[in-house]
């Protein structure tokens, strides 16, 4: 049972394959309102940081399970503007409703969120640091390309772009590494390499990374898994100028049978000539997001 989503870190594989399983019945449309779970309860988005797909398809979930949502989309319309703690805002609105989804630039703010508020917190991303349900989105779609939920492990999983600042990796790394995947190809510029503690730790548990900046590589993958250079985490734009147009993947770039993920939004690492491809799984992992959303809201609300 889940009382928060705040880290994969934190979620069993029993609940991960729960959720998959989850949402593979409302994709299914075997559990549609059935349950009642959501009906009278009230879903809050709280996003200080801009957002589409998670703050819509957080709020689509809620409203097609039966709920009903509250919630601002920039925190300049809200009291933060006045001045107002993290702490203080959280112990309001969770008077006001059920559950709360919350996107912060401030890395653990969701966790600080947690230990003061009485309803359940869901992190849609915390700075540079985590995503969870991003992550269990991503798990639904590799579970469809791989053809079931036991078909983890044994593949080549490739990260491409920014792996220093961003959450969805740091989110989906130890989740895959959790499903038994252990072959992993980090492709970035040195300047976003993925962190050595993070490296060294799964080192030691077995796992192979393998790393390079050369995009070359994409082609001794399974999978890769693609993000954009993240720029509002570069403490100096001019830092980011010389790495923005490092990598951009064209359709005739990949081999055959390349599936190519991506957490959205895209900026140029991947030209649109690749969309209508087969490699394409970026707008299929856009369409899970809603089934997997009200896995999770029924994960939590559902199970009290
Ligand atoms: C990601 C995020 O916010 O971390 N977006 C998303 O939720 N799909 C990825 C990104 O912003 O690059």
Request: glycine fraction near 6%.
């Amino acid at each position: 049972m889940l009382k928060h989503l705040l880290s994969m870190d934190e979620v069993s594989i029993d609940d991960i394959i729960s959720i998959l399983k989850l949402s593979e019945d409302f994709e299914n449309k075997i559990i549609r309102q059935v349950f009642n779970y959501a009906c009278d309860k009230i879903l809050a988005t709280l996003f200080y940081e801009p957002s589409t797909r998670t703050r819509l398809s957080f709020e689509s979930a809620m409203i097609r399970s039966g709920g009903s949502i509250i919630g601002f989309s920039d925190s300049k319309v809200s009291s933060v503007s006045k001045g107002e703690t993290i702490s203080d805002t959280i112990r309001t609105v969770a008077n006001y409703c059920d559950i709360i989804v919350m996107r912060h630039s401030i890395e653990g703010a969701a966790r600080v969120a947690s230990e003061v508020s009485s309803v359940p917190i869901i992190n849609a991303g915390d700075g540079a640091n985590q995503h969870p349900s991003q992550t269990l989105l991503d798990l639904y779609t590799l579970k469809n390309i791989f053809g079931s939920i036991n078909a983890f492990g044994g593949h080549t999983i490739g990260f491409v772009g920014d792996l220093k600042y961003s959450r969805t990796v740091h989110s989906l790394i130890p989740a895959l590494i959790n499903m038994n995947e252990k072959t992993f190809i980090l492709i970035s510029p040195q300047e976003l390499c993925l962190d050595q503690s993070f490296v060294d730790r799964y080192r030691k548990d077995g796992v192979i990374l393998r790393e390079t900046s050369s995009i070359k590589h994409i082609n001794d993958c399974d999978i890769i898994y693609v993000t954009r250079i993240q720029q509002e985490r570069f403490p100096d734009q001019t830092e980011y100028e010389k790495v923005k147009n490092v990598y951009r993947i064209t359709a005739d770039m990949l081999k055959p049978g390349l599936k190519v993920l991506h957490p959205l939004p895209r900026v140029n690492e991947i030209s649109t000539c690749v969309d209508k491809t087969d490699h394409a799984e970026y707008f299929n992992q856009v369409r899970n997001g809603v089934f997997v959303r009200q896995a999770i809201i029924h994960k939590i609300l559902g199970e009290e």
